[in-house]
């Protein structure tokens, strides 16, 4: 009995099948969420050797049961002080380009790489090469198949739950950070292990500002408060905006609420499979410019959701790339008005059979 | 009106006079810990550039507000895309041999930024060069200012509290995870930003195993409880473990802790400025071993804190490094006997006129 992921053999086949283009015999995955994907294992430290027909999981002492368990599909190799179990496993792999990940590997790592690679030999009688790769696994993990959709439906789930209990509560007179903070103890209490970013709570003109956190502002009747939050279930994370008031909203509110939520509703409407992010942004951009407010919906339309908060499929003004089926992103326009406030919606969004599914449940406004 | 740090002035003169080592014109610090300390800036994103007589520090437009304000010692250059910011700010500064944190940086990142100085050319006759550089900061960070001794000493105070708080109401039948998290909710409702590590509550055999954090295990009577701890408050890290017993400890307990207990006496009373941290580690350690159970202390007996929960000074078997006035370090020896649990007992001291204060007084079973 082991409590093995199904779908590691595909993924494994969709990795190798990007050998090729760098003609690699070999990639090392280092990236803690790419190894989560490619393998199932869940420790916090490991590397992933993978070759075209083998692939071991190194990781230490303290993970070497856990990983035989979740990762089945791999020999477990156990890491020692040094790099001797790298270039061992590797000198057993008749292996010589290796591929790893630029972006991850600090050049420290690299060189004592490097190092070792040329002190153990091996490679070949060209010896080994280490090539830099980038984007393979976001690439990858931008179509989720069924595995990665029911805990990304389920992290989605804790914090719609998580909104919905803490929004009812809210009085005027509490502040920014105390509302955050009942965000994440109600999240934490029904079993999310973290947020997945610091929690949003943009009171009045606070709401104004893109990067607003949570501070110490008091929130009061009438004004707009942005609540952008979510946490982190099994590794997968869920992203959710709502705008709400306490008490009466007024007239401006209402129409920059109708806007943004019209726009929003537009591009999810009308999203398809086979567009580009550049062309569902648009959906909604323009319902918001044609409104007169263009110049104030300064950032992209969404990003893709998963084991990051941000990944693959880019959903923005310069998204060149197609959106496909089985692709999960958040669809969340904002208004920012300087001195007044802000209005985002957002919530998250899964193609299927070329049209997109609402996976976010929390209280909306309706007009 | 600032909230500038007054010592950063000193920190920088430490920095500059490693520059000479490896002929250095420049260093970029790009470790988030090295820029709080060097800086005083508290922002999440930023480079500082730092010549023998100038001092940069680039942020994104969130933060250039903020970064004007904490880090006065510094000019603030606004990041955009691309990597213009940097080149023209070294263009600037008549430097040609630029340090990097090769533990820090990516080898995509290192990359990126010597073909941008390449592209941009400067750097004098030879142009410019990146050097490698390692632990610069971490060696400087290992004494303490009273700058930061004043924010250690209150994140101990907001853990010590947490632990006095949520032990003094553990009864039998809650589970580990449980009092792990009571312990968070404390020590966040009393302004600590974070944990500093993920917290262990190890009862009865789970105690044996060095890495075991929290489970689902429900704790008994009569059984040793290994809490270790640890928030942070304004960056700097606390580090705390105590081993408690529910209702009345037996024999074993007592005699296994009274060993522990007199190792960790033994190791404050007697420690020194000017000891190696091996001579430290083995002022425990004889204890112990004395006492029989040498193999069952497996680890050192502690570790420098600060910005990091592990960073310099070494305080273990193999530490060469001397300790020195203004230390900052835990003294934490166990004992763990498999199938039975562990005890291990940790305080944070530092070393002052060449002994050691204690910092930590959350309440402690003494025999």
């Given at each position: 009995m082991t409590d093995a992921n199904p779908y590691i053999g595909k993924r494994l086949e969709a990795l190798?099948?990007?050998?090729?283009?760098?003609?690699?015999?070999?990639?090392?995955?280092?990236?803690?969420?790419?190894?989560?994907?490619?393998?199932?294992?869940?420790?916090?430290?490991?590397?992933?050797?993978?070759?075209?027909?083998?692939?071991?999981?190194?990781?230490?002492?303290?993970?070497?049961?856990?990983?035989?368990?979740?990762?089945?599909?791999?020999?477990?190799?156990?890491?020692?002080?040094?790099?001797?179990?790298?270039?061992?496993?590797?000198?057993?792999?008749?292996?010589?380009?290796?591929?790893?990940?630029?972006?991850?590997?600090?050049?420290?790592?690299?060189?004592?790489?490097?190092?070792?690679?040329?002190?153990?030999?091996?490679?070949?009688?060209?010896?080994?090469?280490?090539?830099?790769?980038?984007?393979?696994?976001?690439?990858?993990?931008?179509?989720?198949?069924?595995?990665?959709?029911?805990?990304?439906?389920?992290?989605?789930?804790?914090?719609?739950?998580?909104?919905?209990?803490?929004?009812?509560?809210?009085?005027?007179?509490?502040?920014?950070?105390?509302?955050?903070?009942?965000?994440?103890?109600?999240?934490?209490?029904?079993?999310?292990?973290?947020?997945?970013?610091?929690?949003?709570?943009?009171?009045?003109?606070?709401?104004?500002?893109?990067?607003?956190?949570?501070?110490?502002?008091?929130?009061?009747?009438?004004?707009?408060?942005?609540?952008d939050m979510g946490c982190r279930y099994q590794g997968f994370c869920s992203d959710l905006t709502r705008t709400i008031v306490l008490g009466e909203p007024d007239a401006k509110f209402k129409e920059i609420y109708d806007i943004t939520l019209e726009a929003q509703q537009t591009a999810i409407e009308k999203v398809e499979a086979g567009m580009t992010g550049e062309e569902a942004d648009a959906l909604a951009r323009e319902v918001i410019s044609k409104a007169g407010h263009g110049e104030h919906f300064g950032h992209g339309l969404g990003h893709g959701v998963g084991l990051e908060v941000h990944e693959g499929p880019g959903v923005g003004a310069r998204s060149k790339g197609k959106l496909e089926d089985g692709m999960v992103f958040t669809i969340e326009p904002g208004i920012y008005l300087t001195g007044w406030g802000g209005v985002r919606i957002e919530d998250v969004v899964v193609l299927e059979n070329g049209r997109a599914r609402v996976l976010s449940n929390a209280v909306k406004l309706t007009p």
């Open positions: 190798r099948a990007k050998f090729d283009s760098q003609e690699l015999d070999a990639i090392l995955i280092t990236n803690e969420h790419n190894r989560r994907y490619f393998s199932g294992f869940k420790g916090s430290a490991g590397t992933l050797i993978i070759t075209r027909d083998r692939a071991a999981l190194a990781t230490d002492f303290r993970y070497t049961e856990q990983a035989g368990s979740q990762a089945p599909d791999y020999e477990v190799v156990r890491v020692m002080p040094g790099l001797g179990w790298l270039t061992d496993t590797l000198g057993g792999m008749d292996v010589s380009r290796i591929g790893f990940e630029a972006d991850e590997m600090s050049v420290a790592s690299h060189q004592r790489l490097v190092d070792a690679l040329d002190e153990a030999g091996g490679g070949g009688k060209d010896g080994y090469s280490m090539v830099s790769t980038s984007g393979i696994g976001a690439e990858l993990r931008a179509v989720k198949d069924p595995d990665e959709l029911a805990l990304l439906t389920k992290a989605i789930e804790i914090g719609d739950r998580a909104f919905d209990e803490v929004s009812a509560r809210i009085e005027p007179g509490v502040s920014e950070v105390e509302v955050a903070w009942e965000i994440e103890k109600s999240v934490r209490e029904q079993g999310a292990e973290a947020l997945s970013f610091e929690t949003i709570v943009a009171s009045g003109p606070n709401g104004a500002r893109p990067h607003h956190l949570a501070a110490d502002r008091i929130l009061q009747e009438g004004e707009p408060i942005v609540i």
